[in-house]
């Protein structure tokens, strides 16, 4: 069977972003948002989120690249003076890794942001990362200890096969590439030795910030069988953050194409699913697909 979780990250970053989440839920495919708990309209997502019944909403959690909920003065190892992380992935893994003093700074950032979801009202339907820093091993391990005493049982894992990339579009497969496909079975692992629901594969990583019409439309038509997410960065334009932080990304044409009929079409084409984390079944095994996968 083909099933598909269509959902979207950055919900709270800008009040654009929400905009088009609302109405891409309305009026489109998008069933699931990611929220950003120390964003600039976090507020903004939440009234939104609790009109939208339909809506499931999950941590988005940011320890890079980000505003922290934490002030600077109680991370002041892995912030700035600005309290925000930093976007070095190479400086930030270290600390998290190898620094004592990171690692618990990380550990009370973290359980301040599932604390400030739990806070909203809203139930918690599944956790990833901003950037995917979850694949980092601190990370990945903290999200789930702490997320799973905030009743968290479902955790995205960015596997994103090749195949249907060839198919659908212009894609070349990189050895990093295919290393991070390896590395995301430590993820899955992780997730589900503490019980934790985890996705097969992950398309948007590859086209990330350029989920177009024609793309997602191909996309969906060569969908492998299991459980995929398709995630977007939608938003109705872009503001000034938006340009500072992704100014190569499509935000309003992946917006289109989560409303686009194309899309729709190519799913139905492939007999795929609509589903959402809360429908998957929880792990049998840790046994990775990543595992069956030819790389």
């Known amino acids: 069977m083909k099933r598909a979780i269509i959902s979207a990250d950055d919900f709270g970053m800008s009040v654009e972003v929400n ?8 009026n489109g495919l998008l069933s699931t948002a990611s929220l950003m708990v120390a964003g600039e309209a976090v507020d903004d997502a939440i009234e939104r989120a609790k009109r939208l ?35 070095s992935q190479f400086g930030l893994g270290v600390d998290y890794f190898f620094r ?3 690692r618990r700074e990380l550990e009370a950032e973290i359980t301040a942001q599932f604390e400030a979801f739990r806070r909203t009202g809203l139930r918690l339907d ?17 999200l789930v200890t702490i ?37 995301t079975s430590l993820l899955r692992h992780q997730a589900h030795a503490a019980g934790m629901k985890t996705n097969d594969w992950c398309f948007g ?3 990330s910030g350029h989920m177009t019409t024609d793309r ?43 409303c686009s009929p194309g899309f729709r079409a190519g799913l139905e084409h492939a007999h795929a699913q609509l589903c959402g984390w809360q429908d998957l079944e929880m792990p049998q095994d840790n046994v990775p697909p990543v595992a069956k996968l030819p790389l």
């Open 216 to 258: 997602v439309a191909a996309l969906a038509a060569h969908l492998p069988e299991g459980v995929s997410e398709i995630y977007f960065h939608p938003a109705t334009h872009k503001n000034a953050l938006l340009k500072r932080l992704m100014p190569t990304y499509e935000q309003e044409a992946e917006f289109k194409a989560l």
């Open 147 to 183: 997320g799973k005493r905030y009743g968290l049982n479902a955790v995205r894992v960015p596997l994103e096969p090749p195949e249907p990339l060839y198919a659908a579009g212009t894609y070349t497969d990189t050895l990093g590439d295919a290393a991070l496909r390896r590395w």
């Open 100 to 102: 004592p003093e990171g």
């Open 205 to 207: 990583l590859a086209w």
């Open 53 to 87: 019944p339909t809506l499931n909403v999950g941590l988005h959690l940011v320890v890079i690249e980000g505003p922290a909920v934490l002030p600077h003065t109680s991370l002041p190892l892995i912030t700035q003076p600005d309290g925000w992380f930093s976007s």
């Open 19 to 26: 905009e088009a989440i609302e109405l891409a839920h309305r």
């Open 126 to 142: 599944h956790a990833n990362a901003h950037k995917h820093m979850h694949l980092h091993p601190t990370v990945g391990h903290l």
